[in-house]
């Protein structure tokens, strides 16, 4: 099974910017198409946004789009998070998962190999 490591988070000011970087060690990398999670302070984990296995298509939660971009380097065992615009709502724990599945899914339960996650904190 995949193992991910999420890292890249950090303490940034509003309208500022991060990369969160989530590497993938075991079974081959493009087999699974990866998603992205948050959790906020008293918040339930949420879907933030996903890849498929080749990087051809992504989808993402509705209060990120036009800020995040999600993307990938198969050779390189990698999908990256690029958050612009960031703002204090995006504080939070962020997780990557994998999925087998061959189409895009936002139910955590369609996810497994969760890492230990990466803080970012967004101060106003």
């Known amino acids: 099974q995949v193992q991910l490591v999420e890292s890249g988070g950090g303490l940034v000011q509003a309208g500022g910017s991060l990369r969160l970087c989530c590497a993938a060690s075991g079974r081959t990398f493009s087999n699974y198409a990866i998603g992205w999670f948050r959790q906020g302070p008293g918040k339930e984990r949420e879907f933030v946004a996903a890849i498929t296995r080749s990087g051809a298509r992504t989808q993402y939660t509705d209060s990120v789009k036009g800020r995040f971009t999600i993307s990938r380097d198969n050779p390189k065992n990698t999908v990256y998070l690029q958050m612009n615009s960031l703002k204090p709502e995006d504080t939070a724990v962020y997780y990557c998962?994998?999925?087998?599945?061959?189409?895009?899914?936002?139910?955590?339960?369609?996810?497994?190999?969760w890492g230990q996650g990466t803080q970012v904190t967004v101060s106003s």
């Open positions: 998962a994998a999925s087998g599945l061959f189409i895009l899914t936002n139910e955590r339960r369609n996810y497994y190999g």
